[in-house]
């Protein structure tokens, strides 16, 4: 059985769910190379897609009339493909889709689930409405709702879309993206007390005085970083109380999703509000480029009444296209400004890395969501204290202070960190242990933590590999990880990959699968 997932407007992505199991996610942006730039599911699909036969299509819910007004040809060619092999179109509300593709990906046969964003439609009272925050338990394949929370109820997401450009100049949408994740970085530097009352007594985007943190934000040199050291408290007190309200003594697994699920900081700190909790999950792309999963998983599960799939396939976040050797050679014959070399080992990579170099990578398919997991990544020693300011000045083209992940080996996290956790996708960040923090200076973050990615061999089987020779090599267990881009959508395509390899410092690229070696030729 196949089920088309659809997710139009900004973070536009299509989803192909083969019984029950995602098989194919695209995000537009990684086409269009412009960062969260609306988009037609339906279209990105009929052109991308090798299969188009006998598929269910799912929506999430934004209004049929609007759908079909908004994109009439690919509307039309879903109809006829509909009619032609007997399918069906199903519209799923924005959250519900948001807690069905945290809660359908994890294991968990039980859990409660939030999802938290800026807004989107849901069917509240039987009429759909904008809602921004929700609450549901999820059993066995089954959401239950517990609690819609209407745009004027709460909103997390609202709050801090609307102080990123008036305050802090920095994007909330396309071209660039929403750079959340900037403030985030700055919060650890900020006097976290300082804004904290201010900002949580009005913790509602009609109820901040913009004007007011601009003026302050402007007033002296550090204000910008206690503005958002200030707001990171209030959305980790926000958080924790709405979980208050909602937990239950049962409850041991947590699920979480929409944009501000990627708020790592505020969700790894849950294990220390609520020992009881064991285990959190949080989905590869909990934005709304996840909706198209959801949305699939829901029809899948919940409306067809299919069994839970447990099992790794059904968490693989590497659903983008892979490409041949055939083509990425084709790439690299046709660029006058590379070189390269051929069957070069894993070894050839560890050995670049032992010497300091900076090397992009290129694996399989690439993966789904805003942070690279080892197939499209730019990797560096983390042993190496200057190298997060190397990277950010010659590679990211970024601020000073924004960190980089420590991609581990699963069974090393107790080792290196004060909880052993999983973190498949980035999604916490931990606290290392004390007497481990100067051994890979370069992925501790300002305040002792890091955002760790959890790495096991059914997961990624050439990142666990090549990890585990890395340890062999180097005495940790742990490398340097950032996204492959600079500035623009991870690379999608070889060609995106050499194209960004040539306008940044990094020192080499490397095709995995193909065993390619490339460096920018000397002219």
Not at 324 to 330: A, F, R, S, T, W
Request: glycine fraction near 6%; include cysteine; aromatic fraction near 10%.
């Amino acid at each position: 059985m196949r089920i088309i997932g659809l997710h139009s407007g900004h973070d536009c992505a299509y989803c192909v769910l083969e019984d029950g199991i995602p098989t194919i996610h695209e995000e537009f942006e990684r086409i269009s190379r412009v960062k969260e730039g609306n988009g037609d599911a339906l279209e990105l699909y009929f052109d991308r897609s090798f299969d188009k036969s006998d598929s269910i299509f799912t929506h999430v819910l934004t209004g049929q009339l609007a759908i079909e007004s908004l994109h009439k040809n690919s509307w039309s060619r879903m109809v006829d493909q509909i009619h032609k092999n007997q399918g069906k179109f199903y519209g799923v509300g924005h959250h519900k889709a948001h807690a069905a593709n945290a809660f359908f990906t994890s294991d968990y046969e039980e859990s409660l689930i939030f999802t938290f964003d800026a807004g989107g439609w849901d069917i509240i009272n039987n009429r759909e409405n904008v809602s921004t925050t929700t609450v549901w338990r999820g059993v066995n394949n089954k959401l239950h709702e517990e609690k819609i929370y209407g745009f004027h109820e709460l909103n997390i997401g609202g709050v801090w879309h609307g102080l990123l450009a008036p305050v802090f100049g920095l994007s909330n949408g396309p071209p660039k993206g929403n750079q959340a994740g900037t403030l985030m970085a700055m919060a650890s530097i900020g006097d976290r007390d300082k804004y904290f009352k201010d900002i949580y007594s009005k913790f509602h985007p009609n109820a901040l005085n913009y004007k007011e943190f601009k003026e302050i934000h402007d007033s002296y040199d550090n204000a910008k970083y206690d503005i958002a050291a200030s707001l990171q408290k209030a959305t980790e007190e926000i958080i924790k109380k709405l979980i208050q309200i909602h937990i239950k003594p049962s409850d041991k697994n947590l699920c979480f999703s929409g944009g501000v699920a990627l708020n790592s900081v505020a969700l790894g700190k849950v294990f220390e509000w609520f020992p009881q909790v064991e285990n959190i999950f949080v989905p590869p792309a909990p934005y709304d480029a996840g909706l198209s999963i959801g949305a699939a998983q829901f029809v899948y599960h919940d409306v067809m009444n299919n069994p839970r799939i447990q099992n790794c396939n059904n968490a693989s976040p590497y659903l983008g296209r892979s490409y041949g050797k055939d083509v990425i050679k084709q790439a690299l014959d046709n660029d006058e400004d590379v070189e390269y070399n051929e069957n070069m080992p894993i070894e050839s990579l560890i050995k670049k890395l032992l010497d300091g170099n900076i090397v992009s990578v290129f694996a399989g398919g690439s993966e789904s969501g805003r942070r690279a997991l080892g197939n499209r990544s730019i990797l560096a020693d983390p042993r190496r204290s200057d190298m997060k300011d190397i990277i950010n000045e010659k590679v990211k083209h970024r601020q000073w202070f924004r960190p980089f992940a420590p991609s581990i080996l699963t069974e090393e996290v107790k080792n290196w960190f004060v909880k052993d956790v999983k973190s498949d996708y980035m999604s916490l960040v931990i606290p290392f242990k004390t007497e481990m923090k100067d051994k890979v200076p370069a992925v501790v973050h300002l305040d002792g933590t890091g955002r760790l990615q959890t790495v096991d061999e059914k997961m990624n089987k050439w990142y666990y590999n090549f990890i585990k020779k890395w340890h062999e090599a180097s005495g940790v267990p742990i490398i340097l990880n950032t996204s492959f881009n600079d500035r623009e959508p991870i690379v999608e395509t070889p060609t995106h990959a050499i194209n960004c390899f040539k306008k940044t410092n990094i020192d080499n690229l490397y095709f995995v699968d193909a065993e390619i070696m490339v460096s920018k030729r000397n002219k």
